[in-house]
């Protein structure tokens, strides 16, 4: 037999919490192990439960949910953020993501769709609604909005050094048509061309320093 997978809801809303409590406690399978209020309640209540997944909204005077997911992320939590919220704006949706958000509902997901979606976040699955599964697409697609890998970055910093596929191959232990994919990829996502913009649009950006 199984155990339940653990869960801590974190909303501003008390009724929020309340009806959420009520539909996991009812369904086989869930343990609510607490609430908080905020992120920065989140953040210390996932330390002293550890649970399995934290259902996680995004705006909430206190402390905003993007903040305490890139915490979790950093404090190298166990548990998977699952973001549940009524916003699915690129604004709140991309930076939840690459905070280290394991998945993004909207509330008015159906409550067998929320199940789901938490077991499937306590496997380590990605779980996104179709409006922000949409919405992400569109953003990796628009130039400039995916961040590079770090392996594309050490691509990068070669090219800047004016280093050859071969050399960079060499240097990386990769093959040339490997580094040739990882160039393609970054200028997808610099929204360049060649050698010479990416570097250029590397530097505009930060990126290469």
Avoid: C, Q, W
């Avoid at 199984?2 to 974190?10: A, C, F, K, N, Y």
């Avoid at 008390?14 to 009806?19: A, E, K, T």
């Avoid at 343990?31 to 905020?38: H, I, K, Q, R, W």
């Amino acid at each position: 037999m199984t155990s339940d997978i653990s869960v801590l809801i974190v909303d501003d809303h008390p009724v929020v919490r309340d009806g959420l409590r009520g539909m996991f406690e009812s369904a086989p399978g869930f343990t609510v192990l607490g609430e908080a209020s905020d992120g920065v309640e989140a953040v210390a209540r996932a330390t002293a439960l550890d649970p399995d997944v934290i259902l996680m909204d995004l705006r909430m005077p206190g402390g905003g949910g993007v903040d305490a997911i890139r915490e979790l992320t950093r404090a190298r939590a166990r548990a998977k953020v699952l973001v549940l919220t009524t916003y699915d704006t690129d604004s709140d949706t991309l930076p939840a993501i690459e905070a280290g958000a394991t998945g993004y509902l909207l509330k008015d997901a159906p409550r067998d769709e929320l199940f789901t979606a938490v077991r499937a976040a306590a496997e380590g699955r990605t779980v996104l609604s179709p409006a922000v599964a949409s919405r992400l697409v569109s953003a990796v697609r628009a130039p400039g909005n995916e961040p590079l890998s770090a392996r594309e970055r050490e691509v990068l910093a070669l090219v800047a050094k004016g280093t050859s596929n071969r050399e960079i191959a060499r240097e990386l232990f990769i093959s040339e048509a490997t580094v040739k994919t990882h160039l393609t990829h970054l200028y997808a996502k610099l929204g360049v061309k060649d050698r010479a913009a990416a570097v250029a649009t590397a530097y505009e950006r930060g990126i290469l320093g």
